[in-house]
Structure formats: C-alpha cells, structure tokens
C-alpha cells in the first residue's frame, strides 16, 4: 500500500519537474542550433566538434531538473589513435549524449536513422554535418552504401563509430536481438577498427510512461567493457561475443 502511494506522489510530481525539463532541454537545442553554425564556420570540423561536446555535456545536466543523476564505469585503457566500433545496447535518445559526452576523445560518430537529419534543432545539423551517418532503414540500396561510406570515413580519420545493433529501443530494458548486416559492413570497411562493447542501464525508465511526464529520480550507467580481441576470430565469433558482452549486465524491468 505504501508503495503504491509512494509510486502515485512520485507520478504526480513528475509533471511539473517534466514541464521545466522540457523547457531547458528545448532551449539547450535553440541556442547550440546557431552556436554550431559558428562553431562550424569559424573553426571547421574541429571546431564544430567543440561545440557539440559541450551541447551533450549540457543536455544531460538538463536531467538534473528530474532528479535523474548517472555515471560512468571504464577499466579499459582505449586508443586514442585507432578508429573504434562502438556497439551499444539502446534503451533512450538520452544514450547518445551519454556515449557522445564520455567518449568524446574519441570523436564517437553515430549510425542514425534518415528522418532525423532535418526539421530537429541542433540535432539535425550535427547528424548532417558532423560526420554521421544517416540510412533508410527500408531501402537497403541507400542505407547498405552509406554505411559503407561511413565505415571507410571511420577508418581513415580514426573516429568512433557507433551503432546500435538492436535497431530500435527497449522500451522495457529488456535487450533486443542484435542484427548483424550493419555490423558486417562496418567490420569490412574499417577492419582494423577495435570493436568496444558498451552496457547503458536505466534510461528506458526516463520515458516509462511515455515522453511525458518523464522518470524521475533515476540513476543512470553507461560501462565500457572489455573490447574484443579479433585475432584468430571469424566475424561471427565476435558478433557473439560482442553481443553477449553488451547483455550480460543489462538490468531489466524484470530483474
């Protein structure tokens, strides 16, 4: 009985915490939408890149209007001057700026779906002009050629690409099945890349119940584990071990 009176006070004040949340996350987008225009123009990729890094960096201090609080885990040492595969398990947009901002070192370029390339302040122009790719997952004649475009681009800058295997979020935590064609192709385009397991916990609650009203009080992960070693492995071999290695911490609705 108690929690359920606990649960329904925390639902109630949720409203008026997600109201203000919204309101600086809309600004964040508003103001860092010109701001990479500057970025762009006057310092060029790097430039650019800057101030990216710090729009991810406030996004998430956003959540702090929420109650919500996160951190990092890292015991690996990464390169820094070798191009990544970065595969992460997708529960949230808020992954993106937690894996944007912790690696950022590592200039982390995402696998996003087209539609999001325009009408989105700041967003869109970052997809559009920071390196990014962006597929129809529907048509495999341009999204098959653009990741390869992508993987090739990794490769030769040394840039962390990042994708999602699962393809859509969890609204539950609950892992998906990984789907292994991007993968592949990122693989056979950028095969020297070090391929970078990563665990996000707990950002599916943030959107529960919907964008709106949104989780409160959360605590949010983001774990790098251990990259994996391909000598001597197939592809599959490190699909599965990739795979398994991104799962085995997830914390689900479940559990």
């Not at 500057?38 to 710090?54: D, I, P, Q, T």
């Not at 409160?216 to 398994?244: N, R, S």
């Amino acid at each position: 009985m108690l929690r359920e009176v606990m649960g329904a006070l925390k639902r109630i004040v949720s409203y008026p915490l997600s109201v203000v949340f919204y309101l600086f996350f809309g600004l964040t987008l508003l103001v860092f939408q010109p701001l990479q225009w500057l970025g762009l123009k006057l310092g060029g990729a790097k430039g650019h890149r800057g101030v990216v890094n710090l729009m991810n960096l406030c996004l998430l201090r956003c959540l702090h209007f929420l109650g919500v609080t996160f951190s990092f885990k890292n015991i690996h040492k990464l390169p820094e001057d070798r191009s990544l595969i970065i595969v992460s398990n997708h529960q949230s947009m808020f992954d993106i700026p937690l894996i944007s901002w912790y690696l950022r070192r590592h200039k982390p370029k995402f696998i996003s779906k087209i539609e999001l390339g325009k009408g989105i302040p700041s967003i869109s122009f970052n997809l559009k002009y920071g390196g990014h790719a962006l597929i129809d997952r529907k048509n495999a004649k341009q999204s098959i050629p653009e990741i390869s475009r992508f993987g090739k681009t990794i490769a030769k800058n040394k840039f962390a690409a990042v994708i999602f295997p699962e393809g859509t979020r969890s609204r539950t935590g609950e892992p998906k099945e990984f789907a292994s064609t991007g993968l592949k192709i990122l693989f056979k385009n950028a095969p020297d890349a070090l391929v970078v397991p990563v665990t996000i916990n707990n950002s599916w609650r943030l959107v529960e119940h919907g964008n709106f009203p949104m989780g409160i009080g959360l605590h949010l992960t983001l774990e790098v584990k251990e990259p994996v070693a391909e000598e001597g492995l197939t592809k599959e071999e490190i699909l599965d071990i990739t795979e398994k290695r991104v799962i085995s911490t997830i914390k689900t609705q479940i559990s």
